[in-house]
């Protein structure tokens, strides 16, 4: 592998020379499968013997226009720690470089909680490349022993792939370009991890159909992998990039047909900015002019401290949260109604529905805003629970509010029920109400509907996170 000196004297011209040419050593058969290693202790042994073998800037300097195939056919082999290069073709890739955290480390909670929230069975349509992206041996043998002793059954079945890289892969990492009034220490720092990026991007060109960036210290919901197919499924148009965090440069699902663009375009831009602001002008590059973020979204950054040694990043994304139904009512076939302005992403249904999700306001309320559920059919009520406000946004509760039933509808009017007949059922405590033996408040009459009402402004927006309505048998 060659090893590239950036001058302060070069022209533009050579620095792009030695930037494209990291990516012209790459334009080749990539298939290779021959056997690794299997146990941690060959690890080092491995890195140790393999920098020998690498290609030199020399080897192709003197040569720019070769077949470079022939210098490096199995850099793939020389990158693969355990086992070998696997040659499956699976459904999707999630490549989570990661470095030596001075302290905190979050790499094995990443990988657990992915795994966990994975089915037995999905299992085999995704790959984990933990892409070990420092240098420091014995972090790479530790890290690699924990991996191996942790998920054996994983790393046999290839589903967890695990990489490391060498520096005469990686340019000159000084005289940086002074963008963004960075220091050097964050220069540097940002400047080499989008050559990881791009160093990752061609090693799982040819794993799967589709290929997810995340980064070492994040958590995710069950069923995360379902949300991801049923995304895919429902754009009717031609993207490049699909988002399910807004954070940084997680959660971005490319076509792996594209990775090698990417890597290019990063490597190209590598010490003028960070990747999470390269991949958006990629994206447009490639005619995708919005971003297409589903919402809530699955992925939630938890980690504090930043790979950058001494830098505090306290990220939160602000979709991600708990959209479990707990109370699983009957929820008898009905229609939702309010006057709160609607985010696309948090439907009013979304509340009522045993689905995943919430509703969610894009205003403050305010008093005599309303929420109400239509039955399709009059219903004999039992119970009925309503919890508002959620794990990450407790504040965006109903203080101020009561609940009530309706025992007629005259008509809806512009998507405004009119109900008549009120039965107040009971007021708000603390963003939720539980309201039972109804059938005894109502008499021998059924319920048409149930409706929601602030009684004071609130200074915060409204979420609905659950209504759970019973029958009486």
Request: glycine share 4%; net charge neutral; with cysteine.
């Amino acid at each position: 592998m060659k090893i590239f000196y950036i001058q302060s004297n070069d022209s533009f011209a050579a620095v792009l020379f030695k930037l494209v040419s990291i990516c012209i050593l790459f334009n080749t058969d990539m298939h290779g499968g021959c056997t690794g290693y299997s146990r941690s202790s060959d690890v080092i042994d491995k890195i140790r013997s393999g920098i020998a073998k690498m290609v030199t800037y020399k080897d192709y300097l003197d040569r720019p226009s070769s077949d470079l195939t022939t210098l490096q056919k199995d850099w793939k082999v020389e990158a693969t720690l355990f086992n070998k290069v696997p040659k499956e073709k699976r459904f999707l890739t999630l490549g989570i470089p990661t470095i030596r955290r001075v302290g905190d480390e979050y790499i094995m909670d990443t990988i657990k909680s992915l795994v966990n929230n994975t089915r037995p069975e999905e299992l085999k349509e995704i790959y984990l490349v933990i892409f070990l992206a420092d240098f420091n041996e014995t972090w790479i043998e530790d890290i690699s022993r924990r991996l191996n002793d942790s998920y054996q059954h994983l790393i046999s079945s290839e589903t967890l792939v695990v990489i490391s890289s060498w520096k005469s892969f990686y340019p000159s990492l000084e005289n940086l370009n002074h963008t963004y009034n960075d220091n050097y220490n964050k220069r540097k720092w940002r400047s080499k991890q989008n050559v990881d990026y791009a160093f990752i991007f061609l090693y799982c060109q040819y794993l799967s159909t589709y290929y997810m960036q995340m980064e070492d210290d994040i958590y995710t919901i069950p069923n995360y992998l379902d949300v991801v197919k049923d995304y895919i499924s429902e754009m009717r148009f031609q993207w490049t990039c699909l988002e399910f965090s807004e954070l940084g440069f997680i959660g971005k699902l490319y076509h792996s047909y594209d990775l090698e663009k990417l890597a290019k375009m990063v490597l190209l831009f590598y010490e003028e900015q960070p990747c999470d602001f390269t991949y958006l002008h990629f994206n447009s590059q490639m005619l995708q002019f919005q971003r297409y973020i589903r919402r809530p979204t699955i992925f939630q950054h938890v980690g504090l401290k930043s790979s950058l040694p001494g830098k505090i990043q306290p990220l939160k994304d602000t979709f991600f949260d708990n959209l479990d139904k707990i109370y699983q009512g009957d929820n008898p076939p009905a229609k939702l109604f309010t006057n709160l302005l609607v985010h696309s992403s948090f439907s009013p249904e979304s509340a009522y529905y045993q689905e995943p999700g919430f509703f969610w306001s894009r205003k403050n309320g305010k008093a005599g805003d309303w929420f109400t559920v239509v039955f399709d059919d009059p219903q004999r009520v039992e119970k009925i629970i309503v919890e508002t406000g959620s794990r990450e946004h407790p504040l965006d509760r109903i203080l101020h509010g009561k609940l009530q039933a309706s025992l007629s509808l005259v008509k809806i009017d512009k998507s405004e029920p009119s109900c008549t007949n009120n039965i107040l059922l009971g007021h708000f405590k603390q963003g939720f109400i539980k309201v039972g033996n109804l059938t005894s408040v109502v008499g021998p009459f059924k319920i048409h509907c149930v409706s929601i009402i602030l009684t004071a402004n609130q200074n915060w927006w409204i979420i609905i996170k659950e209504i759970a309505v019973f029958v009486s048998d």
